[in-house]
């Protein structure tokens, strides 16, 4: 494939069908809504760092918001490359929005990591505060699979990066 050829088809990557787009939608809609159930189910259950169910109502309504709005026809920029007002302030919002869940997790990484490992006994006679164990190790997770799916996408890039440095060199047509 020509360089021309590559950057065309960078430009215009394939399209997945419908049922997969629909299929992978739903599936990042998960994590969204159980951070919003368990974060106002257990509301009031962690005094020990009160901030961390309200981080994960607001990370995942925040979430659920960019993974909806990205659905919608009207955000998405016309096949010709011209953008709409519209588009255009999508574009915006997500950008915003993304930043902000950026900050967010880094805040609520503060407040998670900060208190490892809570008491988790409400009826304990100590004076150290509890946090309560499923909402604390709930968001303990969520925050340390960010970090390992990170981890796998930069060690997956770096070895299509070493595949693409040995595909160059193996080809010996090109005289770059």
């Not at 159930?37 to 990370?59: F, S, T």
């Amino acid at each position: 494939m020509s360089n021309t050829g590559l950057i065309r088809h960078i430009r215009r990557p394939p399209q997945p069908n419908t049922p997969i787009l629909v299929c992978s939608k739903l599936v990042v809609c998960i994590m969204p809504i159980a951070q919003i159930a368990i974060g106002a189910v257990y509301l009031d259950d962690c005094p020990r760092q009160h901030y961390i169910p309200i981080y994960l109502i607001v990370v995942g309504v925040f979430g659920l918001l960019l993974s909806v709005f990205s659905c919608l026809p009207c955000t998405q920029e016309p096949e010709d490359g011209s953008s709409t007002p519209l588009s255009r302030f999508f574009t915006a919002w997500n950008s915003l929005t993304s930043f902000f869940i950026f900050c967010w997790f880094i805040a609520g990484n503060v407040w998670i990591y900060s208190i490892y490992e809570p008491n988790y006994n409400k009826n304990t006679t100590s004076t150290d505060p509890y946090c309560n164990k499923t909402l604390y190790l709930f968001a303990f997770w969520t925050t340390t699979l960010i970090y390992i799916l990170l981890g796998l996408f930069l060690l997956g890039g770096c070895c299509v990066l070493f595949c693409f440095c040995l595909c160059r060199r193996a080809d010996p047509d090109d005289d770059v």
